[in-house]
């Protein structure tokens, strides 16, 4: 993602005066952490250094507060939706802090200017960002609070700074054996001035970060207390209603009419049927009640200008671009001495669109009143919905606030945009009460931004051993970034989220070539995790294999030549080797392939075994090995890392949304499958680290490799080359 | 109508339409609301409860079916002898987004209660949850945890 750079949008995102108070709490027991989420916003300047809040307690900067029974308050500004982020955050700021773990509570964090993305400026959850941005300022904001408590110190003990230690919550003199805990500095240390470049601790010092932090969520979640968004109600709320909608079958289509209105209205707790652009909602005093009277409302829909979109139609609008264009040349690279002669070889891929399916579907409570707007919403996106909620019910930004439920179950990308809350808020408008609205499965499918279905073709030229020498792709795509980041102008023809992968290779090759299309379809297309990476890498990896098969050579030996100059690569790349057995001889039917990726500047290899009975396929084992540079916590990543190998699964094996007369055909997990329990291979990760690199991202790289390795490996088991996934169109099917 | 449940060991009353199913009746009127709603045709199982000791997917039963058979949700799991699931799951560290552990955590319980030592197989077969995070491998590992202890 880029910045945001359009003058206009930055003038509109306006410091926010809305403070983080506190109340109420969620307990999720272990070994401390409690969320407690801003559930009353006041309007007041958020809480200043220096200020006391309530319930005696200071905060040292916009990120911790701590309180006179020795608690330390962190605010958590990322939404946790699986990654850890609420773990490893906190666990960063503590270490540098000097505090005890058990002292750590976490509060969420409410739209303000002071919790966005330091890098982008911006307040979202998404783009392998949470650490690679959040991992500099958590332990520089750790880092002042420990120099504000040691200035601190060192007036009450009538000594230097320097001859203090901060450790396990005390502020410590050591010459002296006195001691004093951060409860009884914190009001002092809140009138020291905040230090600009405070100074961080040597690794040496660190205690949490480098090891297994046990997850601050898991208990909450394993007893079911977990409150995600669809469960989330602020205390004290009046006059709660939910709503249910559905919406035009086809892009574009409109809702005309409700022919058995009156008896809709009459059904039991029905409060209000609102006719939306798109479709109608049925409010209710019960989710269940607007539900049930939604699926017996009759209502006539009128086919918009799409209506006779279908899949065959968008996959010929796809070829035909493939072959016209027009490209934008976004890379190209060509040695001095001219164009790189050899051989050429030419292969195109094809991906289908796919659907995020969080298992938690869209859902958001909106409450507007003349005097403001307060969404509570599992967003990932929560200073782009407070524009959109803005712009849509044409009121001034800052009397809207976006708070985000304690947990988000699921998130991939969908949870970026702002669609659901708009819709929330258009409700509460209309019936002038607090409304929880949640989609329907049905409704959360037909109204996703797909990972859009992508055309790869690749062609390359090699000299007489087969060994690549230039390489040159063309990508048709629809934009993927625009609708998360609307200030992106796509007038350029380009969008770099679509161009993730594309543009650079760790591989040593003397020509690289990259042009695109960027597609216009009516079908929403957004981020979805691995964004363009995944696909690109696909076409990459899946195209490198067939040109060391076509060599003769072995794919990993192939791989290892075009990387022979890459230290960090080829360490990535032979463990993966080595921890696989690779060249070991496999059964009669069974296959091994490998796929190498830099993607969210992480390095990470991955070996693919697989055994083939007809037309079904075992996934057998799958052996990762990646070097995201330092590994922050190595039981989170891992985790991360194999999930995101799951996701892969059900990409490469199962879904695909297709389309007919102008909409998405799959309506629920009945013709949208997903991957269960009993098709899982073996995993086996394995962490390397890389000193003095940039941090790499884990959340959405686990995914990346796993398409390409798969297909490598049933080429290796059957010979059958699959250009195309899911697994279906080639009539295997994953057992 | 009118009707009495018993959940969780204590009898619950609630007034709801007749087709209104168990799970919107422990989220909307007892505030139970660890089940939760994932697809709303029992393909996900993120609405899984116990009634009358059985796995069932509580979005597509009409309350008003359930009669005096007793319902437990996860709320209810601490107190059954299948609470273990709960710390293999902590220990185990199973939950990423934490959404569908519920359901699966009573699917594993209803499979523990019938079959106390499964087997690998026997796992595969009987946890049919949907997780988006891909859990599932550790999914696997708690509930053989659990088996062990």
Known sequence: MNAPHDKAWV?????????????????LGWAAPVVAAPDRVDNKQPAAAGAAIEGGAFAVTDWVRIGADNTVTVILSQAEMGQGISTTLPALLCDELGADWSQIRLELAPTATAYRNPRLQWQFTGNSESVQSFYDLMRQVGAAARQMLLSAGAEQLA??????????????????????????????????????????????????????????????????????????????????????????????????AVKNLPAIKARPGVVAVVMLPHGVAVVAQKYWQARAALAAAEI?????????????????????KLAQGPFKTVKDVQPSSGPVQGAPFEATYELCFQAHATLEPMNALAHVTASGIHIWAPTQGQELAKFAVAAALNVQPQ?????????????????????????????????????????????????????????HRLQARVDGAGRLLGLSQRVVSPTILKPVFPPLDLSSGVDPSALEGTLHTRYRVAAWRTDFHLLQIPVPTSVYRSTGYGP????????????????????????????????????????????????????????RGIAFVDAFDTVLAQVVEVSVRGQQVKVERIVTVADPGRVLDPAITDAGLEGGAVWALSALAKGEITFDKGGPVQTNFHDYDLVRLREMPRFETHLLHTPGVKLGGVGEVGPVATAPAFVNALFAATGQRLRTLPLARSGYQLV | MKIELFVNGQTCAADVEADTPLLWVLREELALTGTKF??????????????????????????????????????????????RLQQAWIEEQVSQCGYCQSGMLMAAAALLKFRPKPSSKDIDEAITNLCRCGTYPRVKRAILRAAAA
């Not at chain 1, 700074?161 to 009001?187: C, D, K, N, Y």
């Not at chain 1, 439920?405 to 009460?433: H, K, N, Y």
């Open chain 1, 11 to 27: 003038g509109r995102r306006q410091f926010l005066a809305l403070g983080a108070a506190v109340t109420g709490g969620f307990a």
């Open chain 1, 159 to 256: 000594v230097v700074p320097t001859s203090l230690a901060a450790q396990g919550g005390r502020v410590i003199h050591a010459a002296s054996g006195r001691s004093l805990s951060f409860g009884e500095l914190a009001a002092s240390a809140a009138q020291h001035p905040v230090p600009a470049a405070p100074t961080l601790r040597p690794d040496s010092e660190l205690r949490l970060l480098g090891n297994a932090v046990p997850r601050v969520d898991a208990p909450a979640k394993a007893d079911g207390s977990a409150q995600f968004g669809i469960d989330y109600i602020p205390p004290g709320l009046q006059g709660l209603v939910f709503a249910a909608v559905k919406s035009a079958p086809d892009y574009g289509g409109k809702p005309l």
């Open chain 1, 300 to 320: 006539v829909f009128e086919a918009g200008r799409h209506a006779d979109l279908n899949s065959a139609r968008l996959k010929a609008l796809y070829r035909e």
């Open chain 1, 399 to 455: 009397t809207v606030q976006v708070l985000r439920s304690p947990f988000l179950g699921g998130g991939f990308g969908r949870r970026l945009l702002p669609d659901f809350c708009v819709e929330a808020a258009l409700l509460s408008r209309a019936v002038g009460r607090p409304v929880k609205l949640i989609w329907s499965r049905e409704e959360d499918l037909r109204r996703d931004f797909y990972r859009p279905a992508t055309l």
């Open chain 1, 536 to 591: 690109n890498l696909f076409g990459l990896e899946s195209f490198i294999d067939e040109l060391a098969h076509r060599a003769k050579a072995d794919p990993y030996r192939y791989r290892r030549e075009l990387l022979a100059h890459d230290e960090r690569a080829l360490r990535v790349l032979d463990e993966a080797a080595r921890r696989a057995g690779w060249g070991r001889k496999l059964a009669r039917g069974a296959g």
């Open chain 2, 38 to 83: 994932g697809c709303g045709i029992a393909q996900c199982g993120a609405c899984t409860v116990h009634v009358g000791g059985q796995a069932v997917r509580s979005c597509v039963l009409p309350a008003a079916a359930v009669g005096s058979q007793p319902v437990t949700t996860i709320e209810g799991l601490a107190a059954t002898p299948q609470a």
